[in-house]
């Protein structure tokens, strides 16, 4: 595929792709209209409440915190201004992410166009316009649509330093890499790739450029990541360009027991409110000290790696299966589900079934096989691909984590469908029987059901059911726990909900088997002992409920309210 000159696209050709992004922006927008009714928009819960609670604090004036970063500080600080200049709306937020998603569509098209040729270009930008998870993640308040931007702005300033070699298209490239680390903290990966691709460009402007665009490339990561490091020194004691967390996450990721999806460090604290207590107390409590922000990620890192070295095969099993699971057309979510928004959205369903990962592997894998031979000009886009893909597996699998990959991908795919339709078109099918194998095998490999669905579905269900307890919807939310629970009975987590909504309704003797069924699945799951303790309490059996408070105790001896539970109880009995 041969690349464009943009200064030589025609007017039609402008046309077009302005015609393009702004169907990208309707689109997300009637998606928002469909989907504003979802609780999980109007109360939020997991990253999204963090996020947004966090954005408050810098919109009130708290603008460097009083700790270092544990989590990716840009997507905070971009609702913090979008708060301070306009108003703390979701609507609003849901709006400027549309126009986030639309700028992508046209950033993607000036990569892949300056790339592969205008095509190629004007097939990628159709294919993310319509992208059903793109579409999905522009519309919850989560970072994953910044940081599509992000990914796409990079293609975009690399075909720039690609076709001219300037130095200041070198920098752009820096600035937004530096910004896409603190968004995505894995693409941190991407930065030696583009440094090496950077110097390897000699041909372009002659070779004694190399210096130059290699030192505007890191003049643009130290403008962005420079002061980050200085404001975790500053606030934290500590250096670091980015985030403390990676030591908790890998150990998430590959611990004993690990199955390549999140789990949180205390069953129970699924949320990002404990995410980085739970991670520092536990740390501490083993050290028997007080531990640097530093030092608790060595904590963990320390850990998962014991645990790999004691049984490496083990280990090289579930990367095998996380790399199963990031090649897989399911997107597992961690809060708020594509699954649970499709079913309110005509939009989304309607893309979704057509138009979704298992679809763009298959189209993306005959691509590259179509420009392989070109593999000196596109290296970088394979290496890429390749280091993101390990960087999520080495992690733990979700689909926003996953994401960063489908920009990358549509350049292929769309390469691939105007191959195919170019070989339809001259009648030549020999070539069309090497890429139709090509794509069963890769559609075969990633559509392979490799997931419980029915379980991941529920837990969807389950969340919903949370933000509408949490807004004090109990009638609802109880038919959001029992939907749950009926996809998935051995569930832990929502039979606990489903007794909390029941036991708050004040039908305890309803909530008692949810709460047995939740400690048969889980024994150590938090809180679910005392509270069934309570239920047992209140339909009069207090023997059984001392012995459930009591063990309530055992798991957590802080717990000020089972220790008087169980001393009145004792009391009684005297």
């Known amino acids: 595929m041969p690349p464009c000159d943009i200064q030589q696209t025609g007017a039609r050709c402008w046309w077009l792709i302005t015609v393009i992004v702004i169907a990208a922006f309707l689109i997300r927008v009637v998606y928002d209209i469909e989907t504003q009714c979802v609780p999980l928009l109007r109360h939020f819960v997991g990253d999204a409440a963090g996020y947004w609670h966090w954005a408050q604090e810098i919109a009130a004036g708290k603008l460097l915190g009083h700790e270092s970063f544990y989590q990716a500080p840009l997507y905070p600080y971009v609702l913090a201004a979008c ?32 790339v592969f040729g205008r095509r190629v270009g004007m097939t990628a930008c159709i294919m993310l316009a319509v992208y059903a998870p793109a579409i999905f993640f522009d519309g919850i308040v989560q970072k994953t649509s910044l940081g599509c931007l992000l990914v796409c702005g990079l293609l975009a300033a690399m075909a720039w330093v690609a076709r001219e070699g300037r130095a200041c298209a070198a920098m752009a490239v820096g600035v937004v890499s530096g910004l896409l680390v603190l968004t995505r903290e894995n693409a941190i990966v991407w930065t030696p790739i583009v440094a090496i691709w950077l110097w390897l460009l000699g041909e372009v402007g002659g070779k004694h450029r190399r210096w130059m665009r290699l030192g505007a490339y890191i003049v643009g990561l130290a403008f962005v990541l420079g002061p980050v490091a200085v404001r975790n020194r500053v606030v934290g004691g500590e250096w670091s360009m980015s985030t403390f967390q990676a030591g908790p996450n890998f150990y998430i990721g590959n611990h004993q027991g690990a199955d390549g999806r999140y789990q949180p460090l205390t069953r129970g604290h699924e949320t990002p409110a404990f995410e980085q207590k739970d991670a520092t107390a536990l740390a501490e409590r083993e050290m028997g000290r007080k531990l640097t922000a530093q030092e608790v990620s060595h904590y963990w890192m320390s850990r998962a790696m014991r645990d790999i070295l004691t049984d490496p095969t083990w280990w090289l099993e579930l990367m095998g299966r996380k790399m199963l699971m990031v090649w897989n057309r399911y997107e597992v979510s961690d809060v708020e589900s594509l699954h649970v928004y499709r079913d309110e959205s005509v939009t989304l369903r309607a893309l979704g079934t057509v138009w979704h990962f298992g679809i763009l592997c ?4 005959v691509g590259i096989c179509c420009t392989w031979r070109n593999w000196r000009r596109l290296w970088v886009y394979y290496a890429l691909i390749a280091s993101m893909a390990l960087a999520v597996a080495f992690f733990y699998v979700m689909a926003r984590y996953r994401f960063p990959l489908a920009p990358l991908l549509i350049p292929f795919a769309a390469v691939g469908c105007v191959d195919i339709w170019g070989h339809l078109r001259s009648l030549t099918f020999r070539p069309l029987l090497s890429r139709a194998l090509v794509a069963l095998i890769v559609a075969a490999i990633v559509n392979w059901p490799i997931h419980d669905e029915k379980r991941l579905n529920a837990m969807a269900w389950m969340n919903v059911g949370v933000a509408l307890a949490q807004e004090g919807d109990l009638d609802e939310a109880t038919g959001y726990f029992k939907r749950a629970v009926e996809g998935h009975p051995e569930s832990a987590e929502a039979n606990n909900n489903l007794a909390q909504a029941l036991a708050l309704q004040g039908d305890f003797a309803g909530a008692i088997p949810h709460y047995k069924a ?6 150590t799951l938090m809180g679910v002992s005392y509270n069934l303790g309570v239920a047992l309490e209140r339909v009069g059996r207090a023997d059984e409920a001392l012995r459930h408070y009591e063990r309530a105790v055992e798991l957590d001896p802080s717990d000020v309210e089972a220790r008087r539970a169980v001393e009145r109880l004792r009391g009684l009995g005297d």
């Open 83 to 114: 708060f301070t200049l306009a108003w703390e709306s979701v609507t609003v937020v849901r709006m400027l992410q549309a126009a986030c998603g639309a700028a992508a569509v046209w950033c993607l098209w000036y990569g892949t166009t300056r």
């Open 362 to 365: 298959p189209l993306a894998a």
């Open 518 to 523: 939740a400690l048969a699945a889980e024994p």
